[in-house]
């Protein structure tokens, strides 16, 4: 309940997520390793204690266990868990299958396209555990140069937030098909009502990108399903040619590094190509733990930062790097008419109470890009509807 609770994966998919430990690579981390260590350790000493009481075991009550574990168990939730949590791991504990509006493909109007006429090219960025700041400063920070003055000289940039639940296939589940679900809900469903596999009926070529393997949470299965006609993942290297040398990210989800799906997800969107595109790319190296250095160092986070945490720092230069790198996409010259919305999937889980209070509970950050018209009467209506008049 624990680990469900703090990767926020509903008990049921945990248990069922475990045949996919083989894809990540637990030795990388220090962290982990020191976790599974200190588990051998207390499993040992558990074993050592029962095979020794066993010689008494007519004079043991098991009273006093229960009270002292109720006791512990509850003051840790209190201390841990504020009131406003409790509805929160009630909902990641249970099982779902329901359609939802708060999602930030539904508040841009990115779901709606099909049904105005509009066929711009659409990219949509899923954040890798990216989740609200508090502090507007913050976000800004990591949205950096999305908000700059190159970027509002083409685009008309919003904001906001939206409520998650579970973790990354419920977020993918959220923004593709708004839905609220998780990869197992799609073994045996085709779901012709998500966005993928609406706008390929419109006449869209569909894509997804994603650093690491297809095999994890089956998405080579159920992202066919909803409507990605292309698959780019680590087995065909996102689609970048094979002597282009790729270098690895990532400790324990090692996997390509975002900023090469960055210039196969550039490239796809620039070729030459008479139909509109739906381009998804799920981020990768902001997954937790982050390998510090693999990110460019903006943040001077070996001190902790503007954040006072290293940890949160260090997945804060994540972001900050998929910012500059979509950047560079909203900006190249060859690109059509394209609308971007970057979204969080989940908060990230942090390990101190100090960080995790950074963020608003239970909701994620996104940012959508609008193109402006090329005229000027067509900028100043697209400030005011920014601004307000």
């Known amino acids: 309940m624990f680990v469900a609770n703090f990767f926020q994966m509903p008990l049921p998919m945990l248990l069922d997520s475990l045949q996919f430990l083989l894809e990540i690579n637990w030795l990388q981390s220090l962290t982990y390793l020191a976790v599974f260590g200190l588990l051998f350790a207390t499993l040992l000493m558990t074993y050592r204690t029962v095979i020794a009481l066993k010689k008494s075991r007519d004079r043991i009550s098991l009273v006093p266990v229960l009270i002292v574990t109720i006791i512990a168990g509850s003051a840790d939730f209190l201390l841990n868990s504020p009131p406003k949590d409790v509805k929160q791991l009630q909902l990641r504990l249970a099982e779902t299958f329901e359609p939802i509006d708060d999602a930030a493909s539904f508040k841009t109007g990115l779901t709606q396209l099909t049904e105005t006429g509009e ?36 685009y ?3 904001q906001g937030t939206t409520h998650y639940f579970g973790s990354t296939t419920s977020g993918e589940a959220r923004e593709l098909c708004n839905l609220k679900a998780d990869y197992r809900d799609f073994r045996d469903k085709d779901m012709s009502d998500c966005l993928p ?151 990230p889980p942090l390990f101190t109470r100090k960080a995790r209070s950074l963020f608003q509970p239970g909701k994620v950050a996104w940012l959508h890009l609008k193109p402006l018209d090329a005229t000027p009467k067509g900028r100043l209506a697209a400030a005011k509807r920014e601004f307000g008049d």
């Open 156 to 158: 008309a940039a919003s």
């Open 197 to 347: 596999y609406r706008v390929s009926a419109s006449g869209y070529k569909t894509a997804a990108f994603h650093a690491f393997t297809e095999r994890f949470f089956e998405r080579k299965d159920w992202f066919p399903k909803i409507g990605f006609q292309e698959l780019y993942f680590l087995e065909d290297r996102v689609g970048l040619k094979p002597d282009d040398p790729l270098p690895w990210c990532g400790l324990s989800f090692k996997g390509l590094c975002d900023t090469d799906v960055a210039r196969s997800v550039e490239a796809y969107l620039t070729s030459d190509e008479t139909r509109p595109r739906f381009v998804y790319w799920l981020t990768l190296n902001s997954h937790k733990p982050v390998k510090p250095g693999e990110a460019p160092e903006r943040l001077a986070c070996e001190e902790g930062g503007v954040f006072g945490d290293r940890e949160l720092c260090l997945m804060s230069e994540q972001w900050l790097n998929i910012s500059h790198l979509v950047e560079r996409i909203a900006l190249n010259r060859k690109l059509r008419k394209t609308e971007i919305l970057l979204v969080g999937d989940h908060h």
């Open 119 to 154: 066929s711009p090219d659409l990219l949509i960025v899923m954040v890798e555990g990216l989740g609200a700041f508090e502090s507007q400063a913050y976000q800004d920070l990591v949205w950096g140069p999305l908000l700059g003055a190159r970027i509002r000289e083409r």
